[in-house]
DNA sequence: TTAGGATTTG
């Protein structure tokens, strides 16, 4: 019998506790100390209402004053019974009791911070093989009664837009964005939690433990965390919360209606019908005040160039290198394109070989980068992912004759990049469960061959696919935006005649470089005809770093046509920032209207300001007047893009040029005007390609070169603007599908001209796309 | 301490 009354007859027990237990002192139960046959004996002092955790069980807590030191908190410990023996428990336990236990566990207490008790908590359960001894006192009614009345703890929930800096709360949140656990560069797992809230304020969490096991469990954006004892703290002049100690948590699934059951690690927590009316209603809030992406991307509805998160099953995973590793996965459905498989030894292959041969066709090589490689390896065969933000890309190998598809989860944690491992309970993993278990019931049936299971896997993509495929023989890709009245020139003849002319063609495109679409994107001088790469950021910060060491000239703040801001910086840098802001009629206008002009800035500063701010400018001071950084660097920043000026064709003008344009009637801050006051050649972006064109009677390569009108996307917004990539992506797979054989290309229909280059003794006859766009249902 | 949301270009 687990739980023992025993009577107090004459100030002692009437039964005797079993001999071999002997009685623990407070200050020995520590961890390393070996509890067997111990007991510890205290006075009931408080008890929590019975309640019952997530997995069934009942739970009693109480807590037992040490009866040698009556006083302190500190002689006070927390007493945890699960199962039946709570519930024995809860119903005989008085407040005042001798309260004995043995055979308990001891556990590190989670409330140490909060309740200031004794820094473990004893567990207790009939599975753990525990007893329980209480000496009753004789029993009354009225009086004991009131003594023993129940204290639940009562948490106070601060709503989002109440948060105050240095203050540690409870909070509710919705959650807007995450980045699952991921290994950070100190000694802790970190995990960044973006929460949403009635009030509409949004909170960034960054959360930090060495144990996985208590951070939140979210698994998509829309679920609900509680979080208690979270830390509020001012950053970058926003609230920001961080782990303190005793940080707790609970997450629930987002979704209307679905059962209230909380995710955590934690074995004991409050929660009560106010709790689950407070996730019920967050649900609702969130369904019609939140995006929340529709149903998750399978394999066979993977487009190229596109992130996405996957839901899937490990099958097989190998090292590569030192900072690859390769995971192969599946999710019952096949991808439609061909997809790379990363070579690698077999014996480094680890998973089920007949099982990997099995569903070959099916599985799908997702190369894991950098700081996910740590996480990637530990993972479990068999075990069920979510691999947030897959990058697919299109590339094709030298020996290829078409491209693939390769699945890359690159380095860094951006857009919450990473890998999640979903338990067993998870909807979306009973699904795929399921799912899965029928392709493979389909499998056994036909061993021989993958048709079906393909099959059933893609039919919806196939039936896509047609469809699509019909639209492109009917009709041409791209269309002319003149010269209709022309006929078709066959490729042939004009590889024959003499160069300059223009011809009408009707062509399939063979094959186009750069495959890696971004690297088509150059900078071009209009004045001097040259063309560079686009310079990358690190350029740029190297050039905000140089400029940093010039010292802001005070006399050139708080002019006549700007006012000026400077400050340093906190850190041991100490570095001076100066904005100076431009005024238009003696007055500051909206950000959105405003062109700043900064010195010392940081590549991230400037980042920051060109999202509050319509134009920025960096520059740094000179004797006389302020003046532009190095021409590597940007002259001018505007939202995402970037405005370069030509070195060779640019003679820079004084700052105080662009004054002329701060005293129009609306400056419109047109990146052409302030290039021109202040002598820059501005350099325009381009895309240029080489397309492998041919028609049946010869093949012909012809270079585009289009700043909009051929892809009808600005060449100029392309590398800041992932979306537009993708599109373009999609563009380039309609006009030169990947894996397509030469009968099933689509027609271009093209305007092109052939024009003579003379490099010395040499002669070539080159052609240009022009006059040309990609057809209206195409884009 | 770590990271502090805002995709790589392997």
């Known amino acids: 019998m687990p739980v023992q009354l025993l009577k107090i007859v004459n100030g002692k027990p009437e039964t005797p506790l079993p001999s071999h237990l002997q009685k623990e002192d407070l200050k020995h139960l520590q961890e390393g100390f070996d509890h067997t046959n111990k007991y510890f004996q205290g006075i009931v002092i408080l008890h929590y209402p019975l309640t019952k955790l997530s997995d069934g069980r009942d739970f009693f807590k109480l807590v037992l004053q040490d009866m040698n030191n009556s006083c302190s908190r500190n002689d006070s410990i927390n007493i945890c019974i699960y199962g039946k023996m709570a519930e024995d428990c809860a119903r005989v336990v008085r407040h005042g009791d001798t309260f004995v236990v043995a055979g308990f566990k001891l556990e590190k207490s989670p409330t140490v911070g909060e309740d200031g008790r004794h820094g473990c908590h004893l567990e207790v359960s009939e599975e753990a093989g525990s007893a329980i001894y209480i000496y009753t006192k004789p029993r009354t009614t009225g009086a004991s009664e009131t003594a023993s009345m129940s204290v639940a703890p009562k948490y106070a929930y601060t709503s989002l837009n109440c948060l105050k800096d240095g203050t540690i709360v409870n909070l509710y949140g919705v959650v807007k964005f995450f980045k699952p656990p991921y290994v950070s560069k100190g000694t802790d797992y970190c995990s960044v939690v973006t929460l949403v809230d009635p009030s509409n304020v949004k909170l960034t969490c960054t959360l930090f433990s060495g144990n996985l096991d208590s951070l939140p469990k979210i698994y998509k954006v829309g679920d609900i965390v509680r979080f208690h004892r979270i830390k509020i703290r001012e950053y970058n002049g926003q609230m920001q919360g961080i ?25 004991v927590y409050t929660f009560m019908d106010e709790e689950q009316k407070t996730v019920e209603e967050l649900r609702v809030w969130a369904a019609s005040n939140l995006s929340i992406s529709g149903p998750a991307a399978k394999l066979s509805g993977v487009q190229p160039m596109l992130f996405f998160d996957l839901t899937c099953q490990l099958v097989g995973k190998a090292k590569v290198d030192g900072s690859s590793f390769l995971l192969k996965v599946w999710d019952g459905t096949k991808c439609p394109y061909p997809t790379w498989k990363v070579p690698v030894e077999a014996r480094d292959l680890e998973g089920e070989k007949i099982l990997l041969h099995q569903l070959r066709n099916l599985t799908v090589d997702v190369l894991v980068y950098d700081n996910h490689v740590q996480l990637a390896k530990s993972l479990k065969i068999g075990s069920f992912l979510r691999i947030y933000s897959i990058h697919t890309k299109q590339a094709s190998a030298v020996d290829e004759d078409v491209s693939h598809i390769e ?209 920025v400018i960096p520059v740094r001071s000179t004797e006389d007047d302020l003046e532009l950084l190095d021409l590597s660097a940007p002259f001018l920043l505007q939202g995402n893009i970037k405005y370069y000026g030509c070195k060779q064709c640019s003679t820079p003008k004084p700052i105080k040029s662009l004054s002329s344009i701060a005293a129009e009637q609306r400056p419109s801050w047109e990146p052409t005007e302030i290039a021109q006051v202040l002598g820059i050649e501005l350099l325009q972006y381009v895309f240029i390609m080489k397309f492998t064109l041919i028609d049946g009677t010869g093949a012909l390569n012809a270079y585009l070169f289009d700043y909009e009108k051929f892809f009808q996307i600005p060449a100029s917004e392309i590398l800041s603007n992932n979306f537009l990539q993708q599109k373009m992506q999609m563009t380039m797979n309609t006009l030169c599908p990947p894996g397509r054989k030469l009968d099933d290309l689509p027609w271009l229909e093209c305007f092109i001209k052939s024009y003579n280059v003379r490099d010395g003794m040499k002669h070539q006859v080159y052609y240009q796309i022009f006059d040309t766009t990609v057809a209206e249902d195409v884009v």
């Open 243 to 267: 782990t303190s100690v005793g940080f707790a948590s609970l997450t629930f699934d987002g979704t209307v209606g679905a059962p209230v059951v909380p995710r955590t690690s934690s074995k």
């Open 407 to 615: 699945f890359h989860l690159h380095g860094g944690t951006c857009y919450g990049r990473g890998i999640g491992v979903l338990p067993e309970s998870n909807p979306d993993v009973k699904e795929l469960k399921a799912f899965l278990e029928s392709v493979e019931l389909a499998d056994s049936q036909n061993m021989e061959s993958m048709s079906s299971v393909e099959l059933d896997g893609t039919f919806n993509s196939v039936t896509d696919l047609e469809s699509h495929l019909q639209r492109c023989q009917q009709l041409p890709v791209t269309v002319l935006t003149d010269h209709q009245d022309l006929n078709n020139t066959e490729l042939k003849t004009i590889l024959n005649s003499t160069a300059p002319q223009q011809y009408r063609i009707r062509a399939k495109l063979r094959t186009y470089k750069p495959q890696k679409l971004y690297q088509s994107i150059k900078l071009h001088c209009s004045k001097c005809k040259s063309l560079q790469e686009v310079p990358d950021g690190d350029g740029f910060d190297f050039i905000l770093q140089g400029s940093a060491i010039t010292a802001p000239n005070v006399e050139l703040q708080n002019t006549s046509w700007y006012d000026s801001v400077m400050w340093t910086t906190q850190d041991e840098k100490q570095r001076k920032i100066v904005i100076h802001f431009v005024k238009h009629d003696e007055m500051l206008q909206q950000p959105e209207d405003t062109l700043l002009m900064i010195e010392g800035g940081t590549l991230k500063e400037v980042w920051k300001l060109t999202k509050i701010f319509k134009c």
